[in-house]
């Protein structure tokens, strides 16, 4: 079992800036993958980045060059920083910890444990 707790969400007017935080209660260096994921009403649940267990990040193309994950492993905390935000990315960020070979980092399917997640809103 791994425990999520995400904080760091907010209210916040386009261009501003935003950490997430992503506590985890295991070491996130044993996980194969620690991922955020977001949600907006009526959408369905989407990839945003991920950091693998050696250290490799993707992104989706509409946050990249705006968004950072990364991981303190000596905390078990992944974090998202996120710059020049857009309404856009107006969401409920989820974070999200790869623990089984089924799946792939990028899918919600990919995922084993889930975080209760943290509203992110953007306004223009």
């Known amino acids: 079992q791994v425990q999520l707790v995400e904080s760091g969400g907010g209210l916040v007017q386009a261009g501003a800036s935003l950490r997430l935080s992503c506590a985890a209660s295991?070491?996130?260096?044993?996980?194969?993958?620690m991922g955020w994921f977001r949600q907006a009403p009526g959408k369905e649940r989407e990839f945003v980045a991920a950091?693998?267990?050696?250290?490799?990040?993707y992104y989706t193309d509409s946050v990249k060059g705006r968004f950072t994950i990364s991981r303190d492993n000596a905390k078990n905390t992944v974090y998202l920083q996120m710059n020049s935000l857009k309404p856009e990315d107006t969401a409920i960020y989820y974070c999200?910890?790869?623990?089984?070979?089924?799946?792939?980092?990028?899918?919600?399917?990919?995922?084993?444990?889930w975080g209760q997640g943290t509203q992110v809103t953007v306004s223009s």
């Open positions: 999200a910890a790869k623990v089984s070979l089924s799946g792939n980092y990028y899918s919600v399917r990919g995922y084993d444990y």
């Open positions: 295991r070491r996130t260096s044993s996980t194969l993958s």
């Open positions: 950091i693998l267990w050696s250290g490799s990040t």
